[in-house]
């Protein structure tokens, strides 16, 4: 198949091909002239800064607006807040952890029963009645003290007296 040019085409008979895009003949804009940069060459920041604002029609900075020195950290975090050199990047350091009564509960159990949908519940001193999401402990009984500790994700384990773990959720 010949394919011939149209009347009034920019583009020559060689440069329509079945591959190029038609784009390839538009008229593309010129690039813009890249300024020559003198403030490239000035080694003070601040002065730098203000020459390549003067190019850009932005004026010039306020002094006072640019810091003349770098800002110690001191002055952006309270000095408590900072950890001391030798433990910077240490997490145990950086991240206290926290007090062993917070995330724990420990409780005597005063019911055992089972939910509306048959799982086993605990009820502890207090009220709080806890269901079991994994199998029935048949050791648990009445009166024995269990820990309830938070788990990951927002989940909570019980630890019996019998050394046996359950995942669980509380109901009310």
């Not at 890249?34 to 390549?52: F, G, K």
């Not at 030798?86 to 926290?98: D, I, M, N, R």
């Not at 207090?126 to 648990?140: I, M």
Request: glycine content about 8%; aromatic content about 4%; proline content about 12%.
């Amino acid at each position: 198949m010949k394919v011939r040019p149209r009347a009034g085409s920019r583009c020559g008979a060689g440069l329509i091909l079945l591959t190029l895009p038609w784009l390839a003949c538009a008229e593309q804009p010129a690039a813009p002239a890249v300024p020559q940069a003198p403030c490239a060459s000035i080694n003070d920041d601040v002065q730098r800064l203000a020459c390549y604002d003067k190019q850009a029609g932005r004026g010039a900075a306020p002094a006072a607006a640019v810091p003349q020195t770098p800002t110690p950290p001191s002055a952006i975090a309270p000095a408590s807040s900072l950890p001391a050199p030798q433990a910077f990047g240490l997490y145990s350091a950086e991240h206290p952890k926290a007090p062993p009564a917070k995330g724990k509960l420990e409780a005597r159990v005063i019911a055992l029963g089972a939910s509306g949908d048959g799982r086993p519940t605990v009820t502890l001193e207090g009220g709080a009645v806890w269901e079991l999401r994994d199998e029935e402990d048949p050791l648990l009984a009445v009166g024995d003290t269990v820990l309830i500790r938070r788990a990951a994700l927002g989940s909570f384990l019980m630890d019996t007296p019998t050394k046996r773990t359950h995942r669980v959720r509380r109901l009310h």
